[in-house]
């Protein structure tokens, strides 16, 4: 069946500081994947996506590539702020599921001065 | 241009006690879902739509009933609320199959006590 793993948190960071947050996935058929973000209280927002092997998705300075060879979604940031401060979740959409997302349970960043 | 509007924001109820979940969409999506966001367990699938007229069963669909009567609103109905219930639940929507992102409410935190 189709899964996501993602990177147990939480993760705290300086500001400016690189962040890689890994995500890993299984997958029956050819998915779409994206990286969404919860601040507090709110819900989740897209942050970026990538709809085919080596697709880079980049947003806000945050970029993910689409590696089919290891099955892998990585984000990444090279110098994050205390504004990126957030919950991070990694999906897998699948159009042969009904069109069902599947969510990784998410990665607490705190950014601190 | 509202996007994904739900209602009520907050909800406390007594154990047996029942009450419906509204979620609205100005964006004619023609699917729309319903999750739950517990700690730990990132967002887990509960009901799912894909048109006027049509539900589908997710990853926990028990305790919980939909209607989808209106393209614009999704409801998600509890029939005898129970503490396990207690969740923050957010309603989604896509355009449709493919390679599209979905869309999410602002959520709703319930109280089960």
């Known amino acids: 069946g189709n899964s996501v793993t993602q990177m147990e948190g939480p993760v705290t960071l300086s500001e400016e500081a690189f962040l890689t947050i890994n995500c890993t996935y299984t997958?029956?058929?050819?998915?779409?994947l994206f990286w969404y973000v919860q601040y507090p209280g709110e819900g989740l927002q897209l942050l970026l996506k990538?709809?085919?092997?080596?697709d880079k998705g980049s947003n806000k300075g945050f970029e993910a590539t689409y590696r089919k060879e290891t099955t892998s979604f990585h984000l990444e940031k090279g110098s994050v702020q205390v504004s990126d401060s957030a919950v991070y979740f990694c999906?897998?959409?699948?159009?042969?599921?009904?069109?069902?997302?599947?969510f990784g349970t998410g990665t607490s960043l705190t950014v601190i001065p | 241009n509202a996007g994904v509007t739900q209602t009520p924001k907050f909800r406390v109820l007594k154990t047996g006690q029942s009450m419906t979940l509204l979620c609205a969409q100005d964006?004619?999506?023609?699917?729309m879902y319903w999750y739950r966001q517990d700690p730990g367990m990132g967002l887990r699938l509960i009901h799912y739509?894909?048109?006027?007229?049509?539900?589908a069963k997710g990853e926990v669909p028990d305790g919980y009933n939909v209607s989808r009567l209106k393209k614009q609103n999704f409801l998600l109905g509890l029939e005898s609320a129970a503490p396990s219930q207690t969740s923050v639940y957010f309603c989604?929507?896509?355009?449709?199959?493919?390679?599209?992102?979905?869309?999410f409410g602002p959520g709703t935190r319930l109280t089960v006590t």
């Open positions: 999906a897998l959409g699948e159009s042969n599921t009904g069109n069902q997302f599947y």
């Open positions: 997958a029956t058929g050819y998915p779409s």
């Open positions: 990538a709809t085919k092997a080596d």
């Open positions: 964006m004619n999506h023609e699917y």
């Open positions: 739509s894909v048109g006027e007229g049509t539900t």
């Open positions: 989604a929507t896509q355009l449709t199959v493919g390679s599209y992102e979905q869309y």
